[in-house]
């Protein structure tokens, strides 16, 4: 229908999501036993004659709402499709060819990938698409990413499809292929060769339920699972049942990858651009791979697929996009010993199942294995592991003793450089604690001296809290002076029978991790997200993207921290909960030639939320 509104002109579809109904008709929605249709809207981002357009079409009625042309910095996703016509540039290519005969190489192994340009201080706004392909050599690997052809620097145009720049600066060796094989067949038989199989069996079947495909029930818990584009999995309706109330009570109205930001701390020509935003350059959804039973999930997952939009518009399906399965890793949910009974001896231990979404996405080198984890204790455990190929770059050195100035990385296999770089993800959490009007509690522990002798002790410790009024009292650089030991979502409008105040609380569990980069740097201005590791704003509708709805070649001013100076009221209203983590990579030869899964993480925890444990 779009196309068929803009012919002749050539549209390309870029993303296609819900646009989702505001958020107080929804939740009167929910709770009303007359329910007319939700509007169906689906929001739709593309390309017209080199303009980007925002176009809002009703579903329902099958036409256009509206269509807003963005003028502002930055482009949307890029497609699969310009990425393949991309990467296919340079392999015909007169002076490409001519660089690879002079490095010696056989034009039939090389592979080539395009990646973002990023934005260096340029003021006026750029006017072209573009992307930078590197080229990569197999000849006897299929680990291509292990033999960068290092010195050319290749610009494409993506509108035009063309070749608008072409530098071949330097030649440096090709690592070799040797050792670069990560495939099963090749590599030598070690002793986790021999280990026995495991198997989850559950001889009634699972004990979850997937109720029109999407929404999930399991013990206490009810939640939606859905697959977008740009964020991959998306949770949203998450609510408990209380057996004691007798009710569902809400905890998380959404939840999703809203960024995740890779820069590379390589400063050389052929590097110096590689800063990734991996959603809203590359869609974390658009980069989801189908997953493998047994292997990507367990035996007793089940699977939902997701559907996304080509470049021309047709409508594509992934298949087994998304597992939800059972886990049980022998781990105890909670446990007690009793002897000081005169006569009885009490054991009592209670195994913990619990329950997990997942998705994989590959996006280039990286896979990124991302888990929501639900307990029957009410905690959300949100895991992403980190695996798949390190970046590398080639290099004259083939031992460390020979390293005399500043490398950008390890030396992890001869010639090969891996690039120290970082990871920060950052989640979007619309929590909704037993109700959408919610605050922001910091709580601190500040040491107390005893000056009377009322107590042979001479100091102790106790909690300080403090309610955020801003989203300026919000923010906080965890193992900083703004940091803090807790952090809570509370209702403010409810409490328990004895007066505590409702609440979940963010657990970061070691995994804060903050930039290194100064704030007036390039990319760190795009991704100044990151800076703090939590942030607290008013739910608005438009705000979801951290680094902006148009992140490739963005210049920072439509982001998280660009939207918090504001510094809007937060206390007792409608709030959303940001929370950056990640690494600082530093590659070891172990990550060579396929990198051991690295995970990291956090936790949401009921905090006052039941009147006693829930999984006695």
Not at 37 to 43: D, G, H, N
Not at 279 to 294: I, N, Q, R, T, Y
Not at 531 to 556: C, F, I, M, R
Request: aromatic share 12%; hydrophobic share 35%.
């Amino acid at each position: 229908m779009v196309k068929s509104s803009y012919f002749p002109l050539n549209v390309t579809f870029h993303y296609v999501g819900l646009n989702e109904p505001n958020k107080l008709l929804v939740l009167s929605w929910l709770s009303s036993t007359h329910r007319p249709s939700l509007p169906r809207e689906a929001i739709v981002i593309t390309r017209i004659d080199q303009k980007t357009h925002e176009i809002i079409v009703d579903l329902s009625s099958v036409s256009i709402l509206s269509d807003k042309i963005y003028n502002g910095h930055g482009y949307p996703m890029l497609t699969l499709q310009e990425q393949t016509a991309a990467n296919e540039l340079p392999l015909s290519y007169p002076p490409f060819i001519s660089s690879t005969k002079k490095r010696r190489l056989k034009l039939k192994e090389v592979a080539c990938q395009g990646y973002p340009v990023g934005w260096y201080g340029e003021e006026k706004k750029s006017t072209n698409r573009m992307v930078k392909v590197i080229c990569y050599y197999l000849d006897g690997t299929i680990n291509l990413y292990m033999r960068p052809i290092e010195g050319i620097t290749i610009i494409v145009l993506l509108d035009q499809m063309t070749i608008a720049s072409y530098i071949d600066r330097l030649i440096v060796p090709v690592p070799k292929a040797n050792g670069t094989d990560y495939m099963g067949s090749k590599r030598r038989r070690s002793s986790h060769d021999e280990s026995n199989s495991t198997k989850i069996v559950q001889p009634d079947g699972p004990s979850f339920t997937l109720d029109d495909g999407n929404t999930v029930r399991w013990g206490d818990w009810k939640f939606h699972v859905a697959y977008d584009m740009r964020a991959g999995i998306i949770i949203s309706l998450a609510s408990m049942f209380d057996a004691d109330k007798g009710e569902f009570r809400s905890v998380m109205y959404r939840g999703f990858v809203s960024e995740v930001f890779v820069p590379y701390m390589d400063l050389t020509e052929e590097w110096y651009y590689r800063t990734y935003f991996d959603a809203g350059e590359f869609g974390f959804g658009l980069c989801a791979v189908e997953l493998e039973p047994s292997k990507d999930c367990p035996e007793n997952a089940k699977f939902i697929d997701g559907y996304f939009i080509s470049q021309d518009g047709t409508p594509g399906k992934m298949p087994n996009v998304i597992c939800v399965f059972e886990r049980y890793a022998g781990d105890i949910m909670w446990r007690h010993t009793e002897d000081a009974i005169p006569g009885e001896k009490i054991r009592k231990v209670r195994p913990e199942v619990s329950l997990v979404v997942r998705m994989v996405s590959t996006v280039g080198n990286y896979d990124y294995i991302t888990d929501y984890e639900f307990k029957q204790s009410g905690t959300i455990k949100v895991t992403v592991g980190l695996t798949g190929l390190l970046e590398v770059r080639g290099s004259i050195y083939t031992h460390s003793d020979q390293i005399k100035e500043e490398a950008y990385g390890t030396l992890i296999a001869e010639n090969t450089l891996g690039a120290y770089h970082d990871h920060f993800f950052t989640y979007h959490l619309d929590l909704d604690v037993d109700g959408h009007e919610n605050s922001f509690v910091k709580n601190n522990l500040k040491t107390r001296r005893v000056i009377n002798k009322s107590s042979p002790r001479k100091s102790y410790w106790t909690v300080v809290s403090e309610t955020a009024e801003t989203e300026s009292d919000a923010k906080i650089q965890l193992g900083s002076s703004r940091g803090a030991f807790e952090m809570v979502v509370v209702n403010p409008n409810k409490k328990t029978d004895i007066g505590n105040e409702i609440g979940y609380c963010l657990n970061p569990g070691g995994s804060a991790t903050s930039p290194l980069l100064s704030d007036n740097d390039y990319p760190q201005t795009r991704g100044a997200f990151t800076k703090y590791n939590v942030w607290v704003t008013p739910y608005n509708k438009s705000e979801k993207w951290a680094g902006g709805l148009y992140t490739d070649q963005s210049h920072g001013d439509d982001t998280l921290a660009v939207w918090s100076l504001r510094d809007r009221e937060i206390k007792n209203k409608d709030i959303i909960l940001w929370y950056t983590f990640g690494v600082h990579h530093v590659p070891k030869q172990g990550d060579f030639p396929i990198m051991p899964t690295l995970r990291t993480g956090f936790e949401l925890k009921p905090t006052n939320f039941f009147q006693y444990n829930p999984v006695l």
